[in-house]
Structure formats: structure tokens, C-alpha cells
């Protein structure tokens, strides 16, 4: 005898869950918008900044709590300054032939 197992599978995708501590910063006259998220099935939070042309800049590692990603903003701010966000492209021009 055989016995056959129904497996309900959703294609709905997990919730976001973003933090309280996520907003726009304004200071020494540059604004971004502070993303601190994470995936409501996940413990873990990202984060992730976006300058005024859109660049953003996300951190590599994720933090455990959403106030220790804010932190590591605030630290990136004191370290480096708000203009670390701003767009510092250098374009390298490939060779003609």
C-alpha cells in the first residue's frame, strides 16, 4: 500500500522586516537614506545606504541586532564623514584599438 504525502508549497516570499532605526540622515549638508532590514524568518540584520544619486553602499557582513547596524553607521560616519557616501567614481578608460 502506498501513501501519498500532500506538500503545500507557497510562493509567497518571506516579509521584510525593517527596523525602526531606518529613516533619512542629514548632516554636514548630505542627506542618505539608512536601510536596516531584515527577513522576518532571519535574525540577522543588513544594512545598507543610499546617497542622493541612488549609489548604495551595503555592508558585507550582516549584525545581529538591528542597533549594533547602526552603530557600525554611526561609526563609518565618525570615522570617515558623511562624503565617504557620496559618489567617488574614478573612470579608468580601456584602450582604443
Do not use: C
Amino acid at each position: 500500500m502506498r501513501t501519498l504525502y500532500a506538500v503545500v508549497m507557497s510562493n509567497q516570499e518571506p516579509n521584510l522586516v525593517v527596523s525602526r532605526l531606518s529613516g533619512i540622515v542629514t548632516e554636514d549638508g548630505i542627506t542618505v537614506e539608512v536601510s536596516i532590514v531584515r527577513m522576518e524568518d532571519e535574525t540577522d540584520w543588513t544594512l545598507e545606504v543610499v546617497n542622493d544619486r541612488k549609489t548604495s553602499i551595503v555592508w558585507d557582513d550582516p549584525f545581529p541586532s538591528d542597533t549594533e547596524a547602526y552603530a557600525a553607521f554611526r561609526k563609518a560616519v565618525t570615522e570617515e564623514g558623511m562624503a565617504s557616501f557620496l559618489d567617488h567614481a574614478k573612470i579608468i578608460p580601456f584602450p582604443q584599438r
